[in-house]
């Protein structure tokens, strides 16, 4: 059985040692990495490359505001759930559209954290219910006729799906053996068909239509 090596941070003890034990009882994860100082925490990071870092980024201050970017540069290819004690809707939109996979809060049941890893790991997005509740309360969909999936080809629902389910533009032409060119015209026309604005949107927009699945 293959192991999904983790990376945790999180500097409150109680919720550290918590997460720390579900962890190491389950016998398909690995925790390669448990850091809550900065410095520390990418000097380590970019030794282990995980497959997964869980981040309590709104509650620990000594993490920069561009963290998630300077993650994604020492270890492009770990997948990020953020552990989240903030209501604010534009915070978190701000991370999903800057890479994070998953959101947990410090109420979370071990079993959805476990369903947490083993979604993300897997390709997929999970968002808790308290999370998801904030996240889909004012989407910035103009709610009217034109703003309909109808308005796409086969091909740009193709393309939003794998949009909201967190693929590159690499990644799509590849999956739908089209150029990157071609991608990028279906990704305009989307936005232009459904009169978004934002890549956060763009996921709303597919979640709310049920174009994206695992997402609790």
Known sequence: MKSTD???SDHQELTNVGLV????????????GNESDWTSFISTLEQTQPN?????????E?????FLERIKKVSPNSYIIIV?????EKQIHGLISRGARGFLTKSCSGEE?????????DGNRFFCPT????????????????????NLSQRESE???????????QQISEELHVSIHTINSHRKNIYKKLKLKKPRDLILFAMNQGLVSDMN
Do not use: H, M
């Not at 997964?52 to 620990?60: P, Q, S, V």
């Not at 989240?84 to 604010?88: C, I, K, L, N, P």
């Open 84 to 88: 989240t004690a903030d209501s604010s």
């Open 159 to 169: 393309v939003l799906k794998l949009i909201a389910e967190g693929y590159s533009t």
């Open 6 to 8: 983790i990376f945790l």
């Open 21 to 32: 034990n579900l962890i190491r009882k389950e016998k398909d994860l690995s925790l390669v």
């Open 62 to 66: 000594s993490f920069p505001t561009d």
């Open 113 to 121: 954290i476990l369903s947490s890893i083993r979604a993300v790991t």
């Open 52 to 60: 997964l870092i869980i981040c309590d980024y709104f509650e620990n």
């Open 131 to 150: 999370v998801l509740d904030i996240i889909v309360r004012k989407p910035d969909v103009e709610e009217n006729q034109e703003s309909s999936i109808a």
